[in-house]
T-cell receptor, first 110, second 114 residues
Framework: EPEVTQTPSHQVTQMGQEVILRCVPI?????FYWYRQILGQKVEFLVS????????KSEIFDDQFSVERPDGSNFTLKIRSTKLEDSAMYFC????????FGPGTRLLVL | QKEVEQDPGPLSVPEGAIVSLNCTYS??????FMWYRQYSRKGPELLMY????GNKEDGRFTAQVDKSSKYISLFIRDSQPSDSATYLC??????????????FGQGTILTVHP
């Protein structure tokens, strides 16, 4: 069964560093999303992406965040200058209709 | 008022029990309603989805949506220890041919003990 994959599974970084989280969506899906889940809190929407552009973003998704689909298979989330509060689980999802989630990348900012 | 409210539990039931999980919401624009299951430190796994009001059944799982009350439920019959997980409700207003941005509840932690 096709699935969304994410790399790395864990990432530890220093505050102020840039990180890139990678996702490979399900191959025939057209819509791509990033969500995050801070430990013990709700899953929160960050951004949706369709037809090579952002279709919607939340107030969390500020100028420090960017997304890109650099080729036909990958979908990336970049955090330019990480803060302590960016520590969370980051989930990629893809859909035609219903959204299927990847296993997540656990980001720890020290 | 929070957009989506879900009792975080925890909920502990014996094997074989019927489990009822619920969410309320305030945004009248929500049309698509989903239930996800999440195991510890894993991604949400889609269980069921419904559009607008009504019931949907899939094996031991039944999803109900009452838009007039802004209330959705998931019932699990003959619960098994393998059902132990966090159950997340999620909903969206939809957009184009995609269900769009999902708004999640807090999640209910369920433990089914043998």
């Amino acid at each position: 069964e096709p699935e969304v994959t994410q790399t790395p599974s864990h990432q530890v970084t220093q505050m102020g560093q840039e990180v890139i989280l990678r996702c490979v969506p399900i191959s025939n899906h057209l819509y791509f999303y990033w969500y995050r889940q801070i430990l013990g809190q709700k899953v929160e929407f960050l951004v949706s992406f369709y037809n090579n552009e952002i279709s919607e973003k939340s107030e969390i998704f500020d100028d420090q965040f960017s997304v890109e689909r650099p080729d036909g298979s990958n979908f990336t989330l970049k955090i330019r200058s990480t803060k302590l509060e960016d520590s969370a689980m980051y989930f990629c999802a893809s859909s035609t209709e219903t959204q299927y989630f990847g296993p997540g990348t656990r980001l720890l900012v020290l | 008022q929070k957009e989506v409210e879900q009792d975080p539990g925890p909920l502990s039931v014996p094997e074989g029990a019927i489990v009822s999980l619920n969410c309320t919401y305030s945004n009248s624009a929500f049309q698509y309603f989903m239930w996800y299951r999440q195991y510890s430190r894993k991604g949400p796994e889609l269980l069921m989805y419904t559009y607008s009001s009504g019931n949907k059944e899939d094996g031991r799982f039944t999803a109900q949506v009452d838009k007039s009350s802004k209330y959705i439920s998931l019932f699990i019959r003959d619960s098994q220890p393998s059902d132990s997980a966090t159950y997340l409700c999620a909903m969206s207003a939809g957009g184009g041919t995609s269900y769009g941005k999902l708004t999640f509840g807090q999640g209910t932690i369920l433990t089914v003990h043998p």
